[in-house]
């Protein structure tokens, strides 16, 4: 036993540490240089001193090999390939007891606590990681804690955050804080982990307010570039939880359950909404998030396991996307990646209250309604969803509201979309647009020139809506064109029209009468510039921030003039999509069993869902009957068009 070997040396800063029989340190041996951390290579003493520093850790390996314990490259592979823990009662050290109750505690998962993420992987990654470590093949605390070190995200620096009770959920127990007798301490699972799978893992120590996170890690490479990319890229690759079926089947549902109660007690609600919003916009975010709960489809499963299988498919989309074109990838279609992936794990979507804006926005990072466009018709279901989208709303709106709230003279911007909407014309308003430009005639320069209207419907001065075009553009894949080339834009009748008008919409606003009405929602609702005045421009529209040449900034008394005309435009679009709505709540009302639904909410469209195939193109000409009439009633000139009905 190890009160027969005598340790090696121990300096005096662990000296303290040592000297407490019932304490592991609380972190691995590091050298710290001002604020970098210089980690011990293991050619060097260094991890193998790690765990002959201890006599609680000393012990605990001796219990398990019959190599010398001071041996600094023994290997504990060989005992563990069968389930043989020591029995605690064994040990000398009240320490060495206390983990080797720890290690029998986490050997299988009970039904009380699975309450951890389940992780997609491949079968060849599980192969690597148990052979690299093999009590992970039987030990279901051990695996949860690799499935953490492996699969969680890591932060700015590259490393992997290690808080306590996420530790102690990967492990399988329950966070307990009261130091009673089901306490566990986070140093012990960490050194458990470091004695019995990763040998060279180091983490930081524990400040106020911030986690311990692991530094350095072991793991082979090899595991983590399968990881990677099979997390992008599934196609020819089998699909296996990385935790036992028996373990992370189990925990789906208890997950996912627990997961959506947290989400929701979260959210933002109609009290805490910086401005409260409309009725109707309450009443939406409701539908959609009682949805998520409750609905099923007609074979009694959610109504989002359709998506959730065809998540793959969208993936591969957005990837062909990307191919050969690395900056397409890092600007937009990984984050799109991500979402879908959090999606496959938690397939629901759930809404809150907009800020600053009428619209109810998505709470957590599996709510797809961000995800890039190209990947939205490889989810949709053959004969059931359809996509469907409003025709150029945010112009419409936007010349509803300049000339009916502002008295502004938008001809130009009207003849424009009359021409677009008359089914005798060939007239394209995109098209017309980017020929105003020296950008190349395609999708690309069509993406473009639809991103510089939508900034400048938003309130974006003309220097960030040269900026937007480009950064668009070459977004898709094209060169970054020189600002000449996207000139020809803000010269356009259509887009002059539009900056003219909105240049005097807002300074009506910064001189207005309240008492004249000047600035009401569509819903009726009085606004006040000065409430608007720390508005959080991200949350109103976080893709058309200014851009640094602009050089000019508001002055304070300004501020609240530019958010609070996105909010009057941004309700009437919310608005136009009300009656779809209105009704889709009348038809869960019947009896529970609806007919149809709206499956998305995506601001300016929604996706719609039919329970009987032969029934869907009823329920798609129902929602742009609903739209055509509360177009025509309130003047704005706009329809609701099918973008894929597969």
Partial sequence: MVSAVTLPFVDEKRAEIHADREKVPPTPIQRDFGRDIEVLEVESPGFAIDLTQDRALLELQSLFVTIPPRSTHHCLSAALKRRVIPNPSEADQEGTERLLRLLKRGEDRTEEFRDMRFVYTSRHETEQVEEWAPILKWHDGLRGMAQWMIHHQRNEHGHIPVPAKGIKAAYGLPDSADGGRNYVSQRDLLWLYKCFVDRQLVWSKYSKGHCRHAIHHGIPDAVMEEAREFYYDRRG?????????????????????????????????????????????????????????????????????????????????????????????????????????RFEELPYMLYQEGNYTPRPTPVGANNLVGVDSAALPALLEEGRHALLDLSKAQLAVAAKVLEERFDQEVRTINKALERHLDAASDYDLWGSLLRATELDRGEAGKNAVKRGTYSAVFGAKENTIKHNISKTYAGEGKDYPPRDHVEGFMEHPVIKNLLEARCHARQQILDHDCKRGKTEDAFGNRLNRTDFKQADEQDLDTEYRDFDGDGYQESRVNKGAKPLLAYMMQSYEVKLMWPIFESAIKERGRDGNDRWRVMQYRYDGVVLWSRRKRDRKRWIEHAQNLVEEQAKRLGIKTRLDVEDAP
């Fill in 237 to 341: 690759k089998e699909k296996v939880l990385f935790m036992k079926p028996d373990v992370s089947e189990r925990t789906a549902k208890k997950y996912r359950k627990r997961t959506f109660e947290r989400m929701a007690e979260k959210r933002r609600t109609p009290e805490e909404a910086e401005i409260t919003p409309p009725e109707e916009s309450q009443k939406i975010r409701a539908y959609m998030n009682e949805l998520s709960r409750e609905a099923r489809s007609s074979r009694g499963t959610s109504m989002f396991t359709a998506w959730t299988k065809n998540t793959d498919d969208a993936v591969h989309t957005l990837l062909d996307v990307a191919e050969g074109n690395p900056e397409v990838f890092d600007k937009g279609i990984r984050q799109s990646v991500k979402m879908l992936r």
